[in-house]
């Protein structure tokens, strides 16, 4: 290991980021069950033998087997099978690869844009940054899923069935981060307020620098922290907008497996006996869920400017 790596590795263990994170439990445990449920989810091959997306590998006689704890289940699948003989484990796993890119995808759409129009507001000021806010305020108005609805049912007036099944993912996408930028937005606005009336922001305007150099080389990584922060509990709520909507049958095709739809599914056998269908993809979402909105309220402790 060279003397970089060392340096590098000696700056992260004396930072007050992993001195607060080795001294919070709450933040470790998030943290491991993430790893793992982001390790099982993007290699499930490794984790699983089952491909529920392989007709040849299914059989209808395993349909609605149990648990394997149960009197009637049986050791290889071992939170039972669905109504088509698929293992319920690889597909819970298959399901949350695609909602765990659908909520990274929106989030990054959500904060590419918010942040830049929240950074160029707060800049520029004006009525540009009026007509921005004014803007954003409306649309805090309308609940994102109500949002991510109208956006859903515009796309399918526009394109054609068929496209719009292939297409189904990038519009649930699009919906779901056009729906959340406001909150980057508002958070990169008031941020870049306190950040413009700094003297190295007044030392770069007297040289010459540009104003696009002003505010994304300077101006932009010392307002991060408080966008990260709203990053990491945007994912959870994106997850769960996403299993929303595919629960109403606007989301992914049924095709596609993600954790709304298995939820969905399963909730058509909820009450003749087969809980567990819509039971562990439901635990599993409020896991995941949970785990990240507890490595949120960490981030915003830690990176919060007005407790370092």
């Known amino acids: 290991m060279d003397n ?14 992993y ?22 989810s993007f290699f499930v091959e490794l984790v699983t033998p089952y491909n529920p997306f392989d007709p040849s590998s299914l059989s209808l006689m395993d349909a609605f087997t149990p648990p394997s704890w149960t009197e009637d289940g ?16 690889a597909t819970i796993l298959y399901g949350s690869r695609i909602s765990l890119i659908v909520g990274f995808s929106a989030v990054i759409f959500a904060l590419v844009l918010g942040v830049g129009l929240g950074l160029s ?12 806010m004014r ?6 108005t309308v609940p994102s899923i109500l949002m991510a609805l109208l956006v859903d049912g515009i796309a399918r007036g526009i394109i054609s069935r068929e ?23 508002r958070v990169s606005r008031a941020a870049t307020l306190v950040e413009k009336n700094k003297d190295y922001v007044s030392a770069s305007t007297i040289i010459g620098v540009s104003n696009i150099i002003i505010m994304f080389k300077h101006i932009l990584p010392n307002i991060m922290r408080p966008v990260l922060v709203i990053g990491t509990i945007g994912l959870a709520l994106a997850i769960i907008a996403e299993a929303t909507l595919s629960f109403l049958g606007v989301g992914v095709p049924p095709t596609t497996p993600s954790l709304g739809t298995l939820i969905r599914l399963g909730n058509d056998f909820l009450f ?12 599993f979402l409020v896991i995941l869920a949970f785990s990240i909105n507890l490595l949120g ?8 400017p007005k407790l370092n």
């Not at 049986?74 to 484990?89: A, E, S, V």
């Not at 803007?135 to 805090?140: H, I, N, S």
Request: charged share 15%.
């Open 163 to 185: 496209l719009h099944d292939e297409m189904a993912i990038y519009v649930l996408i699009f919906a779901i981060g056009i729906s959340e930028w406001p909150q980057f937005a």
């Open 272 to 283: 003749s006996g087969e809980w567990w269908i819509t039971f562990f993809p439901a635990i």
């Open 19 to 40: 001195f607060s994170f080795i001294k919070s439990p709450t933040a470790i445990l998030s943290t491991l069950i993430l790893i793992i449920i982001f390790f099982c």
């Open 4 to 17: 970089n790596n060392i340096t590098l590795l000696n700056k992260i263990k004396n930072s007050d980021i």
């Open 74 to 89: 049986l050791p290889k699948f071992i939170l039972g099978t669905d109504g088509q003989g698929r293992d319920m484990l």
């Open 135 to 140: 803007f954003t305020d409306v649309q805090l």
């Open 297 to 304: 309220d960490w981030m915003r402790d830690t990176l919060n």
């Open 121 to 132: 507001a707060g800049y520029f000021g004006g009525k540009y940054e009026m007509f921005v």
